[in-house]
Nanobody, 124 residues
């Protein structure tokens, strides 16, 4: 049974940093693309970042480029999202997800497994 468990969310002020973690089990972690998505109240879930199996290739939503960094530790079956210079518009529930393939993708429907999410709230 595949499980993805996010942690690290919280309430911070604008300009602060947070690091989200997602611990995976039940899958061959080193073989899959991992992604981070977020969903704000009243909005659709949107792509934030993705990383390939080795960590050598990444992709980001334009609004987080230069502020967020996705990384992974295959020895720990964990993917991270370092979020710097947070803004109130970053407020959302953040989800990690895994694909069943090797190609980076920004499309939620191509991710097979999802975590339960962790709340990030940024106050102004």
């Amino acid at each position: 049974q595949v499980q993805l468990v996010e942690s690290g969310g919280g309430l911070v002020q604008a300009g602060d940093s947070l690091r989200l973690s997602c611990a995976a089990s039940g899958l061959i972690f080193r073989a899959v693309v991992m992604g981070w998505f977020r969903q704000a109240p009243g909005k659709e879930r949107e792509f934030v970042a993705a990383i390939n199996w080795s960590g050598g290739s990444t992709d980001y939503q334009d609004s987080v480029k230069g502020r967020f960094t996705i990384s992974r530790d295959n020895a720990k079956n964990t993917v991270y999202l370092q979020m710097n210079r947070l803004k109130p518009e970053d407020t959302a529930i953040y989800y990690c997800a895994s694909t069943s393939g090797v190609a980076l993708t920004t499309i939620p429907g191509r991710y097979k497994y999802w975590g339960q999410g962790t709340q990030v709230t940024v106050s102004s």
